[in-house]
């Protein structure tokens, strides 16, 4: 029973020192991502707009071109009945 104490012991108190630096260290991440994320937003975000924008126009385009060859096929179709 005494040597099962002192084995957890030995694994609980290294472990409960190093716990505060995890914590601490975690928490600085937090801070920092708290801190930085809203200037990051302001680069990135202009971006993905440019970048959404031109898939919108390229679907449309090729939405256009597609529409415009079945058109195409059916007044060939009715051009030879």
Known sequence: MAADAKET?????????SVWRIGLLLLAF???VIVLLP????????HFRAARQTSVELASF???RFSSIE?????????IE
């Open 30 to 32: 937090a801070g920092l």
């Open 62 to 64: 090729l939405e256009e």
């Open 9 to 17: 012991m030995g694994v609980k108190v290294p472990f409960r020192s």
């Open 39 to 46: 200037p990051l937003q302001g680069i990135a975000v202009p």
């Open 71 to 79: 058109d195409i096929q059916y007044e060939r179709k009715e051009r």
